[in-house]
């Protein structure tokens, strides 16, 4: 798929937040969507040995779940980790994996935050930006704000707030199992993300395109079985 060049990523952490005040500007977080026949998954790796990670983009059917790609990029990680900067850690190698998607999906989900970030622009909304297509934020833990307790059923969730604004949804996707925080990244709305999220859950507790890429992250096999 065919990316617009956004911004360099070889920016200081200074520099990294000037650029997350300016792009979150361009987040536009309504429901874009008109269908959905492909769903993506991405996630990053690293080998603790060195500093190479592997990014990972995986394309799945929707609502059915079938996998259709799957893409595994390595290159070195040259951005420390710095809490709310992860982007600038992991973009570029993300953005390498997705040019190389050929079946473009209608969403992506990201292990990681869309707006529910202090800057509203985590991972999801920022390569959202970059690549132009609805995102959605499906993190395994809380980078800001507050909520209710969520109940023990699946499909069940809790508003999310952080500075009186409503952020996400903290979200059951099985029975008595660890909530999920899920936030529009751009080009949809809370409602349809949090639809998504549940629609790419099977028997799991995170959605198939992220765990599945999680795992491809892992290995780098891009072998079809």
Same mark, same amino acid.
């Not at 990316?3 to 997350?20: C, G, S, Y």
């Not at 799957?70 to 390498?96: Q, W």
């Not at 809790?158 to 925080?181: A, C």
């Given at each position: 798929? %065919? ?9 200081? +952490? #200074?520099?990294?937040? &000037? ?5 979150? =500007?361009? &987040?536009?977080?309504?429901? /874009?969507?008109?269908?959905? %026949?492909?769903?993506?998954? !991405? ?8 500093? $190479?990670? /592997? ?14 790609? #799957?893409?595994?990029?390595?290159? %070195? ?17 993300? $953005?390498?994996?997705?040019?190389? *998607?050929?079946?473009?999906?209608? /969403? *992506? ?13 985590? @991972? ?13 934020? /499906?993190? =395994?833990?809380?980078? &800001? ?28 996707? #099985? ?19 949090? %639809?998504? &999220? @549940?629609? !790419? !859950? ?6 198939? +395109?992220?765990? $599945? ?13």
């Amino acid at each position: 798929m %065919e990316i617009e060049t956004i911004h360099r990523w070889d920016a200081t +952490p #200074k520099k990294a937040i &000037v650029l997350q005040e300016s792009l979150r =500007k361009r &987040v536009v977080i309504k429901d /874009c969507l008109k269908k959905i %026949e492909l769903v993506g998954g !991405c996630d990053i790796s690293y080998n603790k040995k060195s500093k $190479i990670g /592997c990014a990972s983009v995986v394309i799945f059917s929707y609502p059915d779940l079938n996998l259709i790609e #799957k893409i595994a990029v390595r290159d %070195e990680i040259r951005f420390p980790y710095i809490p709310g900067l992860l982007t600038f850690r992991e973009g570029s190698l993300l $953005i390498s994996a997705f040019s190389k *998607v050929k079946s473009i999906p209608d /969403c *992506v989900i990201f292990d990681g935050q869309g707006i529910a970030h202090p800057r509203g622009l985590g @991972i999801a909304s920022h390569i959202g930006v970059w690549l132009n297509l609805p995102t959605i934020g /499906c993190a =395994k833990s809380r980078l &800001v704000g507050e909520y209710d307790e969520v109940g023990i059923h699946r499909g069940e969730s809790s508003p999310l707030y952080f500075e009186n604004r409503l952020i996400g949804y903290v979200l059951r996707t #099985k029975d008595r199992v660890k909530p999920v925080f899920v936030s529009p990244g751009h080009k949809i709305d809370f409602k349809k993300s949090v %639809e998504v &999220v @549940i629609g !790419c !859950c099977k028997s799991y507790r995170l959605p198939e +395109p992220t765990r $599945i890429a999680h795992t491809l992250s892992k290995t780098g096999n891009v072998n079809h079985e």
